[in-house]
């Protein structure tokens, strides 16, 4: 019994490891037209996402959904995100690697 206990665990923290830290989120496929499949745009008008800080994505989607950042496209593409998927999606993309640099504002940042 102790023996299945630990394979299951070892199975466990294996699976862990291999995951990505953060899920790719489903809404990602609409994103995609225009951010690119990671977050990294191929068109200059559509900005790049990924690397930018994530509080920084998540605000600007609350922003577009509130009309507090008012964008035609960016406004219906954010009107119906619950907060929860805007947190994943913020996390996921800032997760992504791309053209973009954001030192980290936790003491990397050299002068
Ligand atoms: C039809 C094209 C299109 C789609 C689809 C789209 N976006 Fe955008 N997105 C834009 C454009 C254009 C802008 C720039 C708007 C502006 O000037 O504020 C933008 C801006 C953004 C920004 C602000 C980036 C910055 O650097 O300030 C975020 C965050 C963002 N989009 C996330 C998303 C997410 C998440 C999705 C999917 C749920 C999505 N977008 C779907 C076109 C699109």
Redesign the pocket.
Same mark, same amino acid.
């Given at each position: 019994m102790t023996r299945i206990l630990f394979a299951a665990l070892a199975l466990t923290a294996a699976t862990a490891q291999a995951a990505p830290e953060v899920a790719k989120p489903d809404? #990602?496929t609409?994103?995609a037209?225009?951010?690119g499949e990671a977050g990294v745009s191929a068109i200059g !008008? *559509?900005? #790049? $996402?990924a690397g =930018?800080y994530a509080n920084? +994505?998540e605000h600007? $989607?609350k922003d *577009?959904r509130s009309g507090a950042?008012?964008?035609a496209? !960016?406004g219906a =593409?954010?009107a119906n +995100?619950t907060d929860a998927e805007?947190k994943q $999606?913020?996390l996921w *993309?800032a997760a992504q690697k791309g053209p973009l640099y954001t030192p980290s504002v936790h003491g990397d940042l050299k002068p």
């Open positions: 809404k #990602t609409t994103c037209a225009c951010h !008008m *559509y900005p #790049t $996402l =930018q920084y +994505l600007s $989607l *577009y950042r008012k964008n496209i !960016m =593409q954010a +995100l805007i $999606l913020a *993309y």
